[in-house]
């Protein structure tokens, strides 16, 4: 029986420490019909020797270079253009899959004829010792996921035919995946959890880079220009989302 094609997609932006081990897991995967698409987002070059030595570790990997640095959402858009799978699955260059992820999450896609589910993800210190976890669960409607961006990114797979001009990841620094979610939502697209620990989310220094004035920026963003919420409904949400990312 033929497997549809999956396209792991992997922005890299000086993520050199990180990355072999993040490809090892895409490559390692029991799913077999997939391809590994780097989209290098570094007008620094100095990485590119060594991510190119990578594509030894498979003859799936290929690597697209930008021009100048886009941003891993907008990274994203490119890979998504130049896929050819049916299922786009996102791996950001710091995590790590479990070896069985695609296989049973697509397994469960098909069984459940949805577009897009994301799994139960745990997160890992630079000691990768295991300081957290967060369960995957079902979102039905935009009310359930506005006070929370409760998905992990690198846990999501989405059918390909869900992507169009509108839904795609906006230009924003930080939240562009939380803004994909809610437009998929407002299209009454269920988003569906999968609660198996499939995905360690390595917490590094380089994942904290961002500053919280730039994310706080951005998720008030979330609320005012995209949900189109007045000042205090969107501060009120803001509110919500600094919570409830200190208590997850």
């Given at each position: 029986m033929n497997i549809a094609k999956a396209s792991v997609i992997i922005p890299y932006y000086k993520k050199k420490k990180n990355i072999k081990q993040t490809i090892k897991s895409a490559v390692s995967q029991t799913y077999s019909n997939?391809?590994?698409?780097?989209?290098?987002?570094?007008?620094?070059?100095?990485?590119?020797?060594?991510?190119?030595?990578?594509?030894?570790?498979?003859?799936?990997?290929?690597?697209?270079i930008n021009k100048k640095n886009l941003g891993a959402g907008q990274s994203r858009n490119i890979g998504i253009l130049n896929s050819k799978g049916k299922y786009i699955c996102f791996l950001d260059a710091d995590d790590v899959w479990n070896k069985n992820k695609l296989l049973l999450q697509i397994n469960f896609m098909i069984k459940e004829n949805c577009n897009i589910s994301h799994t139960t993800y745990e997160i890992r210190n630079s000691n990768n010792k295991r300081i957290g976890i967060r369960k995957a669960r079902n979102f039905y409607n935009l009310?359930?996921?506005?006070?929370?961006?409760?998905?992990?990114?690198?846990?999501?797979v989405i059918n390909k035919k869900i992507f169009n001009s509108e839904i795609k990841f906006?230009?924003?620094?930080?939240?562009?995946?939380?803004?994909?979610?809610?437009?998929?939502l407002k299209r009454n697209i269920h988003i569906l959890g999968i609660n198996k620990n499939l995905v360690s989310w390595n917490l590094t220094k380089d994942s904290l880079s961002s500053s919280i004035i730039q994310k706080i920026r951005d998720g008030y963003l979330v609320y005012n220009k995209f949900m189109k919420f007045n000042l205090f409904k969107s501060l009120y949400f803001l509110f919500l989302l600094s919570i409830n990312s200190l208590l997850r």
């Open positions: 997939l391809e590994i698409i780097l989209i290098y987002d570094d007008e620094d070059q100095s990485d590119l020797i060594y991510l190119k030595s990578l594509k030894k570790l498979d003859k799936r990997i290929r690597i697209i009310k359930e996921l506005l006070p929370s961006c409760d998905i992990g990114l690198s846990t999501v906006s230009k924003q620094k930080t939240k562009e995946d939380f803004v994909l979610w809610l437009k998929i």
